[in-house]
């Protein structure tokens, strides 16, 4: 051990994590159930219905509508929330393309503000400090299952009348003060694609609180008909996004397996956050006290580059060589190239100028975590304790011979 393991050595893991997705017989009796029903479509099926039963109950959601995935459940929240075009939605730097790609998607502005450095999700100051008169909602990102500072959050946009979308599509099975992810406010949109901690490859669902935003989530989904009125009838502008009746019974599945690996999974959390935080340049993403549970949907911790004499990418390369599975963070969204290439947003949005400049604002906090963050990935918390353990044991390693990182062939993206 003399050695890192991309320099030749010998590495601290051989043998893989869990594999991801988790299946059995339930799925795959599922997924013959409703082939042998001839009954393919939600609208004539019984397990996209029976699957938001579930969900809602899980939860503890009065409402719960699935739907193809979690950039869909996005544009579905903002549009059933009333927000559309013109309207100003403050979003974080720091998430994946679909919350700001949603909210373009109604025509909607994005507002982009930084987020707080220890857990990574939205600064509430900022978020203040970023309405205007045009300003209609705030949208959350509960970043790898940390939950926002929800009670700072409902407060200001009560105080300023704004609507509240939760993208929540890392936080199945986090709560705040006990209340699940989603039904703090207005509307919690949920991703099922294939990283995500329950799965059927592709889809969604929003949860909510309220009666008429539910409404509203049933017709949008179903290209703007209304329950109980004939097929042909289109009340608003909607979509089909419907879920199929095969991701119903594979999320069905899926579900009732969450709670186990969920307890699982807290339990490895925090033994890393105990044992990691123990090594120099090495802090675990932080979680609010209010975040009573935390869905991982990925683990993160930030490192050091001055401590280890090395980038993130040195570090994350030679963790990888260890046998530590690791995926990346998310650029910053003010970043993405769909916003400085003069061609990214058409044909949707021809005039720019209705949208701030966003390489002229400043986000000091989202770009360091970008890029110091790694992200195992929920594998390392799937197993048995010894797995978990050996990300520290990884991590240790890497730490003592971080003399030998320069040398390493870091992989950057
Ligand atoms: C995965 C994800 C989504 C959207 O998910 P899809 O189901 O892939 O459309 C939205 N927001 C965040 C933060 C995500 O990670």
């Known amino acids: 051990m003399s050695e890192l393991a991309a320099l030749g050595g010998t590495p601290i893991r051989s043998a893989p994590y869990p594999a991801w997705p988790h299946y059995d017989d339930s799925e795959r009796d599922g997924l013959l159930r409703v082939l042998e029903s001839r009954n393919w479509w939600s609208s004539q099926g019984v397990e996209v219905r029976a699957f938001e039963q579930e969900w809602a109950a899980f939860t503890g959601a009065p409402h719960a509508v699935a739907m193809t995935n979690g950039t869909h459940t996005l544009e579905a929240a903002l549009l059933a929330t009333g927000i559309g ?45 970023a309405i205007t008169g045009r300003t209609r909602a705030i949208l959350v990102v509960h970043v790898c299952g940390s939950v926002a500072d929800m009670d700072a959050i409902t407060a200001l946009a009560q105080r300023h009348g704004l609507r509240v979308i939760e993208d929540c599509a890392h936080a199945h099975g986090s709560t705040w003060h006990g209340v699940h992810a989603g039904l703090l406010g207005d509307a919690g949109s949920f991703s099922f694609q294939a990283s995500k901690l329950m799965t ?80 120099p340049g090495v802090t675990p993403q932080g979680r609010l006290p209010g ?7 990925c683990y993160v911790v930030m490192v050091d580059p001055d401590e280890f004499g090395a980038s993130r990418d040195h570090v994350r390369t030679a963790l990888l060589a260890e046998g530590i599975p690791l ?16 061609a990214g947003l058409a044909p949707r949005i021809k005039d720019r100028s209705a949208l701030p400049d966003y390489a ?16 195992f990935t929920t594998s ?26 320069a040398e390493v062939d870091a992989v950057a993206y």
């Open 327 to 342: 995926t990346t963070s998310y650029p910053p969204l003010h970043a993405l190239e769909l916003f400085s290439d003069p």
């Open 380 to 405: 390392v918390l799937n197993g048995t304790d010894e797995d978990a353990l050996d990300v520290v044991r990884a991590m240790e390693k890497v730490h003592r011979l971080r003399g030998q990182l």
């Open 200 to 279: 059927a490859g592709e889809g969604g669902a929003v949860i909510t609180r309220h009666d008429d935003v539910a409404a509203l989530l049933a017709s949008y989904v179903s290209c703007g008909r209304d329950p109980g009125t004939w097929y042909y009838r289109h009340f608003r502008l909607g979509e089909n996004w419907r879920m199929t009746e095969w991701q119903g019974a594979v999320l069905r599945c899926q579900l009732a397996r969450f709670p186990q690996q969920q307890a699982n999974r807290a339990a490895h959390a925090d033994l890393l956050n105990a044992e990691l935080a123990r090594i």
């Open 291 to 297: 975040c009573d549970s935390q869905g991982n949907y």
């Open 360 to 375: 002229r604002q400043s986000f000091p906090v989202t770009e360091r975590l970008a890029a110091t963050s790694l992200w």
């Open 85 to 129: 075009a013109g309207d100003e939605v403050i979003v974080p730097d720091w998430s994946f393309f679909a919350t700001i790609g949603a909210v373009l998607a109604v025509n909607a502005v994005p507002v982009i503000v930084d987020v707080d450095p220890r857990t990574g999700t939205m600064d509430p100051a900022l978020a203040e400090a």
